[in-house]
C-alpha cells in the first residue's frame, strides 16, 4: 500500500501543529544523534535540525512517496526507508521523536522501553499520538465495514486499538524515565472546510489501509455510505463549516 502525500497534508496545518507542539516541551538534549519516526514530508525533520544545529539527524518512514517529498530539498538530514516494526533503533540518541505515527504499531509497552533504552543518559523520548479511537470517525468506519458486501476482507483489518490510556503509559516508563515524564491529552477542534471534509480527512490516514482490498467501484460504493453517517454524525455549520473534534496524547520522557 502507498501513501498520498498531496492527500495527507490537505489538512497539513492541523496534522503538523500537535508536531510542533510536542517538541515545544522538548528543553535542552545531551550530545548524541536526533531521530525521528515516521518523518512523512519531513516538515518536523527539518524543524529539529534546525533547533541543534550541526547534529546528526536521521529521518525514517516507511513510505517512498513521503521520503522522496520530504528529501527534495537539500539537507544534512540522512533520509530513511524502513519498517519501524522491524527497524532497530541505534543506541546513543539524544532524542527520539515521533508525531502521530506509532499508532500503527502494537506492543506499545516493549516498544517504549527499546526506545528508552536507546537514549543516551539525559536523552529525551517524544511521542504524540491520537487516541480518538472511539470518536465516530472512526466507529463508523468499522460500522460501514462490517455492514456491507465486502465484510468478511475488510473486517480482518480492523485493528484492536494500539494505543493505551495515559497513565499505562506512566506506569511503563516510570521505572526508566529517570528524568521525569510529562503525559498530557488535547482534543483539537479542527474547523474543516469543503465538502465531505472530516471523509476527506480520513482518506489521507484510517480509511486507505482499510479499504486498500476493494477495487475502484467498491471503495466508491464504501465511501458513499460512510460518507452520509459522518454528515449527520459531524454536521456542517451554519458558516459552511465542519467542527471535528480530535484527541491527541502527548508523552515526553527523560532517562
Not at 19 to 33: C, I, N, Y
Not at 92 to 115: C, K, Q, T, Y
Not at 120 to 142: K, Y
Not at 168 to 197: C, K, M, V
Request: hydrophobic share 45%; glycine share 8%; net charge positive.
Amino acid at each position: 500500500m502507498s501513501w498520498d502525500p498531496a492527500q495527507y497534508m490537505k489538512f497539513g496545518d492541523e496534522r503538523l501543529r500537535p508536531g510542533f507542539d510536542l517538541l515545544a516541551r522538548v528543553g535542552e538534549l545531551p550530545p548524541g544523534t536526533l531521530i525521528e519516526l515516521g518523518c512523512g514530508t519531513g516538515v518536523h525533520a527539518r524543524a529539529i535540525a534546525a533547533r541543534w544545529p550541526g547534529r546528526d539527524m536521521l529521518a525514517i518512514d516507511n513510505s517512498p512517496e513521503m521520503l522522496k517529498q520530504a528529501a527534495a530539498e537539500p539537507s544534512r538530514i540522512r533520509w530513511q526507508q524502513a519498517d519501524l516494526r522491524q527497524w532497530q533503533i541505534p543506541a546513543g540518541a539524544a532524542l527520539i521523536f515521533s508525531n502521530a505515527v506509532l499508532h500503527w504499531i502494537e506492543d506499545h509497552r516493549p516498544l517504549f522501553e527499546r526506545m528508552m533504552t536507546a537514549l543516551v543518559p539525559g536523552g529525551v523520548l517524544a511521542v504524540q499520538m491520537p487516541r480518538n479511537f472511539a470518536a465516530p470517525s472512526h466507529v463508523l468506519m468499522h460500522e460501514t465495514a462490517a455492514s456491507g458486501p465486502w465484510a468478511r476482507r475488510l473486517m480482518k483489518g480492523v485493528d484492536p486499538k494500539p494505543v493505551a490510556a495515559p497513565d499505562q503509559y506512566y506506569d511503563w516508563l516510570a521505572g526508566i524515565a529517570r528524568g521525569g515524564i510529562d503525559i498530557w491529552e488535547t482534543e483539537y477542534l479542527h474547523i474543516l472546510s469543503g465538502e465531505d471534509p472530516v471523509l476527506a480527512w480520513v482518506r489521507g490516514t484510517w480509511l486507505r489501509p482499510l479499504t486498500a482490498p476493494l477495487d475502484a467501484a467498491e471503495r466508491a460504493e464504501f465511501e458513499r455510505r460512510y460518507a452520509e453517517k459522518l454528515r449527520a454524525a459531524y454536521p456542517r455549520r451554519p458558516d459552511g463549516k465542519t467542527v471535528f473534534p480530535f484527541r491527541r496524547i502527548f508523552i515526553v520522557a527523560r532517562t
